[in-house]
Structures are given as structure tokens and as C-alpha cells.
């Protein structure tokens, strides 16, 4: 095929760039956003009751195997929206999201050490404040690891969306082939690895920040 | 672009699509575009594990080039498939292998980390004990670790095939063939038409299916295949594992 580089189409369209990025970025973070807050409460409740997470486990390991594109293409079946809604992306998005972080926060609750939540209760802890305080700090770690990936698979993710009309950069991604114009489509794949790798550091950096402890174990000889 | 504009109730309309007898029989039927779908795969798979496992052998038994593992998976993750494969399409040519190679990009990483851990994983007092005995590097990697990795080495075969059937999807958005035909042809044909999106819920439909039903199979195989020596531990893992998955097997999801 012959390609087309026009060069002159980036600085013409910086607009039109800016515009899918955030619109990449609305499709993409608020489900993770909406799962990370769900998953939470759901991990709370499979690591209480083990039936649940007989359920749950399992559940989220058939949800993740289903390819993208078919369910961006099945929301409209299931939930009725109509074909170019954002919430075709983002309820597939925020599924993955909840698929993954399920697992994550469970084994996060699990791990905590026993002497732990003892010592906590010992000194007066109620349940819910148990939960808040000294759980779930202590499950940030690994929730930070899950959220990453999760992240970094809905920057990437989004854009198949475009596909079906909805997709951020996506879009520009798959106009540019129509109108064969490598240009475009070299922006959309650089500015979605780019901004990948950017939330991914700021979530490492967020997580490093808020759990000061791991660092001070690090020194300090057990 | 209404479902409800298709006329009638969207679920009837995709399940009359589906269960069509016409929609199940020539070139162009739901049979024909599930063969090449698996073809596609099959052929990436072969193509990235032929590549992958001796790669991720020796980089697992010498121990050197490491750096490649963590950067082949971390720099990859981040790439949108949708864009490397149109990309690399309109550089090259509209054909199954620009196609292929930039499937087997995405099958590499998962393949490739599965063997390197694999191998690194085995017991040193194992791999001591057939030092012991005499073996070499070579036969100890054949004989020894590459054996006692099988489990690690089909969990990263089974991840990559998934996300190839995932990915082939967009085959069709480049004028290909496999399932994806069905939702592309569907967003094409517009609302209002037949075939519309009852087509493309109905081929989404087989997609999904078809997924899980290779994902089935290939957990069959890997507990087939595995030795029975290695088995025992592998199932009692595995029991663990529905009380307790270890999270580092994190997998990031491209498509």
C-alpha cells in the first residue's frame, strides 16, 4: 500500500487531538475508577463468607475471558442502550476492572496477618473501623498492583471501541487508516502508550506514598 | 443506531439471526468463520511459541538476558493491538501476514514469561540432584527443567491463545476473515437492516462462547499433559487457589 505521512496534519488538528484524548480518558478512568470502588466491598464480603467466594472467583475468571469486543458489541443486548453510547465501553471496562480487583483485594484481605487484627481488636477496634483503618491500608499494596494493570488495560482497551464508533483515540486510530494517513494513527498509538505509562507511574508513585510503612520496614532490621 | 430500531425485540431478532440455518452453512457461515478464527490463532500461537519457549528456555537456564522478559512485558502491555495491527497493515499489505506478525507480538510476552518463570522455578535441589547424576546443561534443560516448567509454560501458552482469539477479532476490520466479519459487517450494514445488529450481537455471542469453550479446553490439556509427579502439587495449588489466588499471575487485557 502506499502510505501517506502528512506531516502538516498533526499541527492542524491539535484540537481534534486534544478532544479524543480526553475523551480517551473519560472513557477510560472513570469505569476503572467506578470498579475500584466497587470491588472493594465485593473483596470484603469473599473474604468474610467463602461461599461468596466460591461464587465470586470463579465468576470474575469467566468475565475476563470473554474478548472485548464481544462485549462492548453485547451491552446494548443486555443493558439497552443504544450502539454509540460511552456506556458500551465503559460497562465492559469497568466488568474487567471488577474481574481483576476482586481477586486482588481478596488475597490482600487474606494476607493480613493474623497478631494484626488481633492487636487491633484487642484494643478496642470494631469491626467496620477494623476494616477501614488497619485492613484496608494494609491490602493497599497489592490493590495499587491490580489497579495498575487494570489502568493500563482500559488505555488500551478503549480504543477498541472504535470499532463500533466509540473509541477517544481510537477513533483517530481507525480513521486514519481509512484515509490512509499513517501520521494519525502513529499520534493515537503514541499518545495511548504514553499516557499508559504516565497513570501507571503516578499510580506507583500514589502507592508508594500513601503506605510509608513498606519503605521504613525496608531499613529497619527484623 | 438503535438496537430497538431493528425492528422487533433486539434479543429475538439476534437469536432468529443466529439460529438462521442460512447463517450456518458456505464460506461466509458461522462454521467457516470459527475455522479460520481458530486458524489464525492456531498459526500465531505456533508461530510466538516456537520463538517464545526456546527464547524464554535459555534465558530461564543461563539465567542471562532477564532484563528482556521484564521489558518485552512491561513496553508491551501499553501497546493498543487495534493500533499495531492497522498500522502495520497499511504499511505493509491488506494479508494474513502483516496480520500474523502483529498477533504473535501480543502472543510473545505471555509465552515467554510463563517459560522463563517456569524454568527458573524448579527446584534447585532438582536440578542439583541431576548435576549429580551426571547430566549436562543440555540434557538437564530437556530432561529436567524444561519437563518440571510445563505447568508455568501452558499457562503462558494458554493466556497468549486467549488473547489472540481476542485480537483476531480485528482481523476483519482490516478485510480479513474470522469472527470479527460478523460484528464489522453488522456496524456496516447499519441500523434498521437484518443484519444489522442482530448480526453483530449474534457473532459477539459466538466470539464470547467460543472463548470460553477454548479456554475449557486448554485447562483439560494442561491437566492432561502435565506430569503426574508435578500433578499432585499442581492440584492441590489449585485447590489453594480457590480459597487464596496468588495475584502476581496478573494479566493485563489488550483487547
Known amino acids: ?222 | 443506531m438503535d438496537p430497538r430500531e431493528a425492528g422487533g425485540e433486539p434479543v429475538n431478532s439476534t437469536l432468529t439471526w443466529l439460529f438462521d440455518p442460512d447463517h450456518w452453512s458456505g464460506p461466509t457461515g458461522i462454521p467457516a468463520r470459527i475455522l479460520e478464527h481458530l486458524g489464525y490463532t492456531a498459526l500465531t500461537v505456533l508461530v510466538a511459541a516456537a520463538i517464545a519457549i526456546p527464547l524464554g528456555a535459555v534465558i530461564g537456564h543461563t539465567g542471562r538476558g532477564t532484563f528482556l522478559i521484564a521489558g518485552l512485558s512491561n513496553g508491551l502491555r501499553a501497546l493498543p493491538e487495534l493500533g499495531l495491527l492497522t498500522l502495520l497493515v497499511l504499511l505493509t499489505y491488506v494479508g494474513l501476514l502483516p496480520v500474523v506478525i502483529s498477533l504473535v507480538v501480543l502472543a510473545l510476552p505471555p509465552i515467554l514469561a510463563g517459560t522463563y518463570a517456569g524454568i527458573r522455578n524448579v527446584d534447585r535441589a532438582v536440578v542439583d540432584a541431576a548435576r549429580g547424576m551426571g547430566m549436562r546443561g543440555g540434557a538437564v534443560l530437556w530432561r529436567v527443567e524444561l519437563p518440571n516448567a510445563l505447568p508455568l509454560i501452558l499457562g503462558g501458552l494458554r493466556s497468549a491463545t486467549l488473547q489472540v482469539i481476542a485480537t483476531a477479532t480485528i482481523a476483519a476490520y482490516v478485510a480479513l476473515g474470522g469472527l470479527g466479519r460478523f460484528v464489522i459487517d453488522g456496524n456496516n450494514a447499519g441500523a434498521g437492516s437484518p443484519d444489522g445488529y442482530p448480526q453483530m450481537a449474534a457473532g459477539a455471542i459466538v466470539i464470547a462462547v467460543l472463548a470460553l469453550v477454548v479456554e475449557g479446553v486448554l485447562e483439560l490439556v494442561q491437566r492432561l499433559v502435565v506430569s503426574p509427579g508435578l500433578r499432585d502439587t499442581a492440584t492441590r495449588r489449585r485447590v489453594a487457589r480457590i480459597w487464596r489466588r496468588p495475584t502476581p499471575d496478573l494479566v493485563s487485557k489488550s483487547t
Open chain 1, 1 to 222: 500500500m502506499n502510505v501517506d505521512w502528512p506531516w502538516p496534519w498533526l499541527p492542524r488538528n491539535v484540537d481534534k487531538i486534544a478532544a479524543a484524548l480526553g475523551e480517551h480518558l473519560y472513557l477510560a478512568l472513570l469505569p476503572v475508577l467506578v470498579g475500584l470502588i466497587v470491588s472493594i466491598p465485593l473483596g470484603w464480603a469473599a473474604r468474610r463468607w467463602p461461599g461468596v467466594r466460591l461464587v465470586l472467583v470463579p465468576l470474575a475468571g469467566v468475565l475476563y475471558t470473554i474478548p472485548s469486543l464481544a462485549l462492548i458489541t453485547l451491552v446494548p443486548l443486555l443493558i439497552g442502550t443504544k450502539i454509540i453510547d460511552p456506556l458500551n465501553v465503559q460497562v465492559p471496562l469497568a466488568i474487567y476492572t471488577i474481574a481483576l480487583l476482586v481477586r486482588s483485594v481478596t488475597d490482600a484481605l487474606l494476607a493480613v496477618p493474623g497478631d494484626v487484627t488481633a492487636a487491633a481488636t484487642a484494643v478496642g477496634f470494631r469491626e467496620s473501623r477494623l476494616f477501614l483503618t488497619v485492613e484496608l491500608p494494609l491490602a493497599i499494596p497489592v490493590i495499587v498492583a491490580g489497579l495498575r494493570v487494570a489502568t493500563v488495560s482500559a488505555m488500551s482497551l478503549t480504543s477498541v471501541g472504535a470499532l463500533i464508533g466509540i473509541g477517544g483515540l481510537g477513533e483517530l486510530i481507525t480513521e486514519g487508516f481509512k484515509r490512509n494517513n499513517a501520521v494519525e494513527m502513529v499520534v493515537a498509538i503514541a499518545l495511548i502508550v504514553v499516557l499508559a505509562l504516565v497513570i501507571d507511574a503516578l499510580l506507583l508513585l500514589v502507592g508508594r506514598l500513601i503506605t510509608p510503612w513498606t519503605r521504613v520496614r525496608q531499613g529497619a532490621s527484623r
